[in-house]
């Protein structure tokens, strides 16, 4: 259906140099595909390696922590508090399930634009294309939910990351008295710190507030409780001073029966709710951000595809509408690290 | 393009593709809930398999979208080969760099438990007593 030709390049016949002095090189072009994929699929590589970079040094730096957070319990809201209807209030990768749904399907439009254009249909390519910014689109709105979720609600950022994971047994002291009791502390199991004073935040965090600590409030003050420590410059000058008054609760170790452990004095060893790893935030923000720049790029490029297809430009280039082609295949690679970002992040 | 394929079979294909990269994920997303679950902490062999299935699921989601929606399954074999042959160098740096991640965490908990060693005190400790360094001043 389509004429032969080295670049979907037009130019008019009296303008044509006499000499052969594009790089085409003769009338065979190199894996039978035109300069303008295959220096899009060498891209898409590159690409590749960058992403891969990254997603490496994650593991790296996953393998080199005592812990990491639990995705369940890190990526377990939804908007209009959908969450709720849960139980314990949490939806793990609910939502996220739902963004990879929109980028997935997103690509199936895509590829519906290509065929379309690949049968010189304009209006199915117009349509097809819509669909897929509206995807893009849809995919960058919830990621931007979550971001803000997680930084405003949650108090995740770059360098500050309240998602920490048990990595021993034990039970949590009484916030109040400072006395041992028997709610258990789970190795491996993730919490998230509150902040002191954040009326909101006390109820989200599932397993800390049970029982008869709910008519219990935490101080506000930074300092030392009996059952627990609030960060922040302390009244008398200890403490960090440019801290936020994260409630860090304490509790002793027990062995996997339950048993209390006992250090060599005979005192129980008691210790204090730690931060996740600072590079989880880094890394997922990084990461996720990186990958949502990738999204945008690709809708604005997209857009500008779309409308020159609207305004027929494609058509008198006759040949099959290559540049939805070409922006396809960058739009799948976004969907293809998905797949990649999707999986370390929140599967594994 | 796939002009192997009449145009309402490559409709047809696309939506079949959704359908199975959908439901290939619902499955990964099902592994994932099934090992955080709270009886799979007793069974590490549980969430290895499970973490294996999902690493093998995901690699052929990528095999998918990479064949089929970027018809990478109807270039050349030459073309295909010089964009995924360069990725196989990928393996050795994933090989490489958990390793060196795995060494990291020896090292600091090597680094934790040096710290909270107890250096030894009192008069009886070293070889060498205190007076001994001392220089007496000529009177």
Known sequence: ?348 | MAQHLSYEDSVRGVWKGLGLLALVTLVEVGLSLLKAAEFAEDLRILIYVASLLIIGLSIYKAYFIIYEFMHMGYEVKGLAMSVLLPTLLLIWALIAFFNEGDAWRKSREKVIYKDQLQAPTGGEVGLIKRDDFLLELPA
């Open chain 1, 1 to 348: 259906m389509t004429e032969e030709r080295d670049t979907d390049i037009l130019i008019a016949e009296d303008q044509k140099p006499e000499l052969n002095s594009d790089w085409s090189g003769g009338d065979r072009k190199p894996f039978r595909t035109s300069y303008g994929k295959l220096m899009m699929w060498y891209f898409l590589l590159s690409d590749a390696f960058t992403f891969a970079g990254f997603l490496i040094s994650y593991g790296a730096l996953r393998f080199s922590s005592a812990s990491w957070p639990v995705p369940d319990k890190v990526f377990a809201t939804v908007p209009f508090g959908i969450n709720e209807m849960f139980p314990n209030g949490e939806a793990p990768l609910i939502f996220v399930t739902f963004m990879s749904f929109l980028l997935i399907v997103s690509s199936g439009t895509m590829v519906r634009a290509v065929q379309e254009g690949a049968r010189e249909n304009k209006r199915g390519v117009v349509f097809w294309m819509l669909l897929t910014v509206l995807g893009g689109l849809g995919f960058l709105g919830c990621q931007a939910w979550e971001w803000t979720n997680l930084i405003a609600t949650e108090n995740m950022t770059v360098t500050t990351n309240p998602f920490g994971t048990y990595v021993e047994n034990g039970y949590y002291l009484d916030p109040e008295t400072g006395e041992i009791t028997d709610e258990e502390v789970v190795e491996g199991e993730t919490y998230l710190l509150h902040l002191a004073g954040a009326a909101h935040g006390e109820e989200a965090g599932g397993e800390e507030h049970e029982g008869d600590e709910e008519h219990f409030a935490y101080a506000t003050e930074p300092g030392d409780y009996p059952g627990y420590v609030v960060d922040g410059p302390r009244a008398d000058g200890t403490g960090t001073a440019d801290a936020k008054p994260f409630i860090h609760r304490k509790y002793v170790l027990a062995d996997e029966e339950g048993n209390l452990l006992t250090d060599e004095a005979g005192n129980n060893i008691q210790l204090t709710q730690e931060f996740g790893p600072v590079a989880f935030g880094a890394l997922f923000f990084g990461i996720t951000g990186f990958h949502g720049f990738h999204v945008a790029t690709g809708v604005i490029f997209l857009l500008i595809i779309l409308i020159n297809a609207g305004g027929g430009v494609y058509v008198a280039r006759q040949n099959g509408y290559e540049m939805v082609e070409k922006i396809g295949l960058y739009w799948h690679f976004v969907d293809l690290v998905w797949v990649f970002v999707f999986l370390v992040f929140y599967l594994l």
